[in-house]
């Protein structure tokens, strides 16, 4: 398990986490359950996990997969900077946003899966691991190389020139076909 | 149309018939619940949470069931095997064993989630009616058992008790708690992403499932849910209305009440016993001896490693699985065999790929000349044999990049096949397409492929196998580098006699040609490659055959190898 980037795992986690803690909140709001408050904070905190932990983050190594439509909200995780991008801020963050929920049992099971997710992105950011936004590489205009703008400095590829010389003896022999086409300059 | 009957109909009809036996059992066990005159006082209680979580219950049972068979795959082996009269297109549904478990996998997560949202509404009212929250008849209900000789209903006995305190000290309750919590692991372990990329962290959470199912068979242990039995007889139409008379009123008894006894284990201990087996197996065939016949180091650090083992019988185009104690004791790694079964062992080409195999290969590098390898185990093999290619007169294989690596398999098999005058085989001529990106890690099959013109060479058959190789990410680079050899017999690239084209086939034409040479042929059409490619060359089949049943005739064969 050498090469594991644990982030990309706490990730998927999280965000199931948040979505369970949403689904419990709902339902505890709706069903007027004793505590409900709770509940409500639950929803509250769910979606909030949702949307940081969507925008999926950069691979070290590898091809990094974004989830459909991550782009916008990979532009407003990314402009928290370093509270966003340190994994060690991100295991606090969701511990801490995890215990209200443990008060009240349709809320407990997203706290339990938020506080797993925090201990997996406290290991990864052990690692040394952070978060990276992917981003659409800028499109630099390729400057045309040089050799399109200048004249070519080789002449075509052809046989050696002693093979080019004029044999006399063997006309035949000496006749060989250009392998690129020679045309002629139509000015 | 046709075409697509033959391919999906299988597939189609299986996923109708798991649906509706899941809509079946989902549909008939909330109307048992929701009517059924046993439960009418819990649904008192609690109303129609008590059939919203009974029937997911049972769907859950269902697939709990199947889910562990379509990874059992010696017992699929063993299916395939016996099942060799059924038609082929049936038998091949046993390769997609691991897309089906996926998806009983997903109706598992889905009835969860229903099942466990209707149990956050039961515990919620059956606490708050221990409470006196509801009305009389439900504070009643929820108050019997609390004298000596009395039954109880409502599971929730401590009247100060919370839902989640109820959760944590009941059986049922507790055990869901674990069990969802090593569910929700296992999914989050097993999505695309991770799998693809982190393989060990999805095997190893994957375990989890023996906690799951541990805690599923004794999950319905508590006995929680209560029934009213016949006797006494209690008429509920009638004393419904006077709860706080019951005991007194000759015609109704304080009702009793028996608890539900616990269904789970029957559903799955079948499959549970039959994966058990399945695991011993492997550990059996773990303990098997495998010799190293050859060790060959070939160019772009590809290993190729020729095995005996005593009585290993393959067919053309299946896989096995490998397993090195020496790098990893839990990790089996599959690989598609490049031998033929005519050949007395087997072989896999194996490429640097993982963390996995750079041990392997680094570890044989170190190795002396004709010392024995490290102890490898080897399970298989599996895969349903790709045996129709010997039907065919004239046999078309296109193979991408590394799907290419089955066709090693079919082509020596052809091959040996034909120096034998072998009666399976009615091929006379084969077409085969090679399209790479580039051919770094697959000189071995060129070479193989020079072997082959070698030998057709010697009897005079140099038109039995046409091959055209598509080298489809050329660049400058390359066109320089033709360029300048054009004039060389062999190819640059590949070192063989058929020259190296460069993009993609021009399909039309190659369909034509085929047709030209083979006027009165069935020409069979074999894919290993990705699946805009399938429907492309699906189209051309149909496009170039023709009505007559006597002249060329194309037909597609999908394989996933």
């Known amino acids: ?187 | 149309m046709g075409n697509w009957i033959i391919d999906h109909g299988p597939s189609a009809l299986i996923l109708l018939v798991w649906t509706g036996i899941n809509t079946f059992l989902f549909v008939y066990f909330y109307l048992f619940y929701d009517r059924g005159d046993r439960f009418f006082y819990t649904r008192h209680i609690i109303g129609s949470a008590l059939s919203w979580a009974r029937a997911p219950a049972a769907v859950l049972n269902f697939n709990c069931l199947l889910v562990l068979l379509p990874v059992c795959r010696n017992l699929l082996s063993l299916l395939r095997g016996s099942f060799v009269c059924c038609g082929r297109s049936l038998r091949k549904q046993l390769d997609k064993n691991l897309t089906f478990h996926k998806l009983v996998g997903y109706m598992i997560g889905l009835m969860t989630a229903v099942h466990t949202i209707a149990h956050l509404f039961n515990v919620e009212w059956f606490t708050r009616s221990r409470q006196g929250g509801f009305d009389i008849l439900s504070t009643t209900l929820s108050r019997l058992g609390e004298l000596e000789n009395e039954t109880y209903l409502n599971p929730v006995r401590d009247p100060n008790a919370t839902p989640t305190y109820v959760a944590f000290t009941t059986i049922g309750g507790l055990t869901g708690v674990i069990i969802t919590l090593a569910l929700i692991l296992m999914i989050t372990s097993s999505m695309e992403v991770i799998r693809r990329s982190y393989f060990e962290v999805f095997w190893y959470i994957h375990h989890l499932f023996i906690i799951f199912f541990a805690g599923l068979v004794i999950h319905g242990a508590g006995f929680h849910l209560q029934e009213t039995p016949t006797n006494p007889p209690h008429n509920f139409t009638v004393c419904k209305d006077q709860p706080l008379e019951w005991g007194k009123v000759p015609e109704c008894p304080i009702p009793q009440f028996a608890g539900g006894f616990p269904q789970t284990w029957m559903w799955v201990i079948g499959p549970m016993f039959l994966y058990l087996c399945e695991r011993l197996l492997r550990f059996i065939r773990y303990l098997q001896s495998v010799t190293y016949r050859k060790i060959i180091m070939r160019p772009s650090n590809v290993l190729e490693l020729q095995l005996v083992k005593r009585g290993f019988k393959m067919e053309v185009g299946q896989y096995i699985f490998m397993n090195c104690p020496a790098i990893s004791q839990l990790e089996w790694h599959p690989f598609t065999m490049t031998s033929a079964p005519e050949e007395d062992f087997f072989s896999v080409h194996i490429r640097s790929v993982g963390d996995w195999t750079e041990k392997l290969i680094k570890m044989l590098e170190q190795l002396p000349e004709g010392a024995q390898g490290p102890k490898m185990a080897v399970d298989g093999p599996f895969g349903t044999a790709s045996e129709d290619v010997f039907d065919y007169e004239v046999s078309v294989l296109v193979g991408c990049g590394i799907g290419v690596t089955p066709f090693a398999s079919i082509l020596k098999s052809i091959w040996y096949k034909f120096k034998q005058s072998s009666p399976k085989l009615r091929t006379k001529k084969i077409y085969f397409y090679w399209l790479c990106r580039e051919t770094h890690a697959f000189e071995w099959f060129a070479d193989l492929l020079q072997v082959l013109e070698k030998e057709m060479a010697g009897r005079g058959m140099e038109d039995f196998l046409t091959y055209n190789l598509y080298l489809t990410g050329w660049d400058e680079n390359h066109t320089a580098h033709v360029t300048v050899h054009f004039d060389k017999d062999t190819d640059v690239v590949t070192g063989l006699k058929q020259k190296t084209y460069y993009g993609r086939p021009i399909w039309d034409k190659e369909f034509q040609e085929i047709r030209k040479e083979n006027p009165t042929s069935g020409v069979g059409v074999f894919l290993c490659g990705p699946e805009t490619l399938a429907k492309t060359l699906e189209k051309k089949c149909v496009k170039y055959s023709d009505v007559d049943p006597r002249k060329t005739n194309f037909y597609f064969n999908k394989e996933n190898f």
């Open chain 1, 1 to 187: 398990m050498g090469k594991i980037e644990w982030a990309m795992w706490a990730n998927e986690q999280a965000l199931a986490s948040g979505l369970i803690l949403l689904t419990g909140g709902i339902v505890g709001v709706a069903g007027q359950f004793a505590g409900w408050q709770f509940a409500a904070y639950g929803v509250a905190a769910g979606v909030f996990v949702c949307l940081l932990e969507y925008p999926r983050g950069r691979r070290a190594k590898g091809t990094s997969v974004e989830r459909t439509g991550q782009y916008c909200l990979t532009v407003c995780v990314k402009a928290f900077g370093p509270i966003t991008r340190n994994y060690y801020v991100r295991a606090f963050l969701h511990a801490a946003l995890c215990v209200p929920g443990g008060f009240m049992l349709a809320t407990v099971l997203g706290c339990v899966c938020l506080g797993i997710a925090s201990l997996i992105y406290l290991l990864a950011a052990i690692r040394g691991e952070q978060w990276l936004p992917i981003l659409p590489k800028t499109e630099t205009r390729e400057k045309p190389r040089e050799s399109i703008k200048e004249p070519p400095q080789n002449p075509p590829p052809r046989p050696p020139a002693d093979l080019r010389r004029k044999r006399l003896e063997d006309v035949e022999g000496a006749a060989y076909v250009n392998p690129i086409p020679v045309t002629g300059s139509e000015d």
